[in-house]
Structures are given as C-alpha cells and as structure tokens.
C-alpha cells in the first residue's frame, strides 16, 4: 500500500548546494505535482506534470527543476540551494482524467537551507 | 483565477462541541472543491470532496461539508469534536482543467480541548 512515496524525508543543506527530491507513485496516475507548504500560506504548486515526458510551471517555479523520464517518478532538483526554500515539500499524483479526480499526497520531505 | 479563503487560522473547540471550519471560494464557474486533513508531521489526507452531486457532502471521522453556491462557500462541520480531531485542515478549489491542480487555502489549525 505505497501509494506517492517521498525521499528522503529530511535533509539539511548548506546555501549553495543542490539536490534531487524524488517521488514515486505506484497507483498508475498521469499527473504529478511537487507543492512546498510554508506556514500560513497553504501548499503552493512548485511544478506539475500531465504525463510521462511533460512538466509544467506551477505557481512558484523559480529556483526549481524538474523531470518526469518515467510514468511513475517525479523529480523535483534545487540547483542552488538558497534559505528562501527551507520549506516542507510534499509530492502529489491523480489519475487526472477529470478535475473532481482525488489527488494523493506524499508524507513530506523537510528540507532546511542553511 | 480561483482562489480559496479560509477564515481563522486557528480554531479551538472543547471536546463534544460543534466543529465549524470556515472557507469561502472565489470563481467563475462551477469549482470542484475539497477538504484535506493534515496531522502533524504527516501529509495530507482527503476528508471529503464536492464535485457536484449533492451539495451536502459526508466524509470521513464524521465530517461533512455544504456546498452554497449563493455565499460560494464550502464549510466544514462536525456534530461533535474528538481529542484525535486536533489537526491543520485545508480548503482546496479545483477549476483548471489542463493542470487538474488544487489551489489551496493558508489552513486552519484545530485545536480541541478536554
């Protein structure tokens, strides 16, 4: 019972440094989405994909990459790590055939910039 | 554009009271809307969605929401407050059918008292 699984679940970064975030879901969905949640101003969507191959920007892109080579992984990369992106980022999927269509969360990943 | 606006950020009730965790939507057309739960430390889980069927929605642990299109407004209600109610709560709009993405409200933390 996967379901949209995150790694790694914690990390510190020093200012600077780049990472990948990676996301994997096991329910088959088309579209995937990256959000990062900061206190008092909900999820705010990063990027998002509508299928293998595809990404699209989200509300709030700058600073980030991404990359969805396979149906099922969802890459999330920070080039250069600034303290503006300490946040919690949280990785979504829905099968996406209709707007109604539930969208499943990921448990997190908290990631400090420093 | 869709936007979400919860009313109080945070919400405290004593055990056995009424829940009443407000959020209002601005659109243009019909929204499909949601609410999400969010314990700490974990990600978000669906209480319930609209996506219009019935304008009264039951999710689950005893939730339910109205859907009022005259006050475009989404509130979400419980009879009776549990101690494992005590958790952040999101109102989310889905209108954009390309991105199928959720636009979410800044949240309201519950907090439940014995």
């Known amino acids: 019972n996967a379901g949209v699984t995150q790694t790694p679940k914690f990390r510190v970064l020093k200012t600077g440094q780049s990472m990948t975030l990676l996301c994997a879901q096991d329910m088959n969905h088309e579209y995937m989405y990256w959000y990062r949640q900061d206190p008092g101003m909900g999820l705010r969507l990063i990027h998002y994909s509508v299928g293998e191959g595809t990404t699209a920007k989200g509300e709030v892109p700058d600073g980030y990459n991404v990359s969805r080579l396979k149906k099922q992984n969802f890459l999330l990369g920070l080039e250069s790590a600034a303290p503006s992106q300490t946040s919690v980022y949280f990785c979504?999927?829905?099968?996406?055939?209709?707007?109604?269509?539930?969208?499943?969360f990921g448990e997190g990943s908290w990631l400090t910039v420093v | 554009a869709q936007s979400v606006t919860q009313l109080g950020s945070h919400v405290s009730v004593s055990e056995g009271a009424l829940v009443l965790l407000r959020c209002n939507y601005s659109s243009s057309v019909p929204p499909y809307l949601f609410w999400y739960v969010q314990y700490p430390n974990q990600g978000l889980q669906l209480l319930l969605k609209y996506t219009s069927a019935a304008t009264l929605v039951k999710g689950i642990n005893g939730f339910e929401a109205e859907f009022k299109k005259s006050e475009t407004s989404f509130h979400l209600t419980k009879p009776s407050a549990h101690m494992s109610d005590a958790a952040e709560y999101f109102c989310a709009v889905n209108l954009d059918t390309g991105r199928r993405a959720l636009t979410f409200g800044s949240g309201t933390r519950l907090q439940v008292q014995p």
């Open positions: 979504a999927s829905s099968y996406g055939a209709v707007s109604g269509n539930t969208i499943y």
